[in-house]
């Protein structure tokens, strides 16, 4: 069993910055790839970034240039770095893990980006 623990989430203005983090309850990340997901309201859930258990990254086009994932194995912790926030980034942001048996999820951190 693992469970995920999002926070970081807030209120900022446009333009502004957020970091969320996802702790993990045991070392995962250095064995399995790590996404980040959001879902805004009456909108499917959508894959946001996600980097490989070698650190390799990815990212949505809406968000390349603005956010940054990355991961400390010591603290078992994966980060999303959103810079440049805009409106339509306004959602709530999960973290999910995908080991070879099942799927995990965090319970979500809601980002609002708003003046």
């Known amino acids: 069993q693992v469970q995920l623990v999002e926070s970081g989430g807030g209120l900022v203005q446009p333009g502004g910055s957020l970091r969320l983090s996802c702790a993990a309850s045991?070392?995962?990340?250095?064995?399995?790839?790590m996404d980040w997901y959001r879902q805004a309201p009456g909108k499917q859930r959508e894959l946001v970034a996600a980097?490989?258990?070698?650190?390799?990254?990815n990212y949505a086009d809406s968000v390349k240039g603005r956010f940054t994932i990355s991961r400390d194995n010591a603290k078992n912790t994966v980060y999303l770095q959103m810079n440049s926030l805009k409106p339509e980034d306004t959602a709530v942001y999960y973290c999910?893990?995908?080991?070879?048996?099942?799927?995990?999820w965090g319970q979500g951190t809601q980002v609002t980006v708003s003046s």
């Open positions: 980097i490989t258990s070698g650190g390799s990254t």
């Open positions: 999910k893990i995908e080991t070879t048996t099942r799927v995990y």
């Open positions: 045991r070392n995962i990340f250095s064995i399995y790839g």
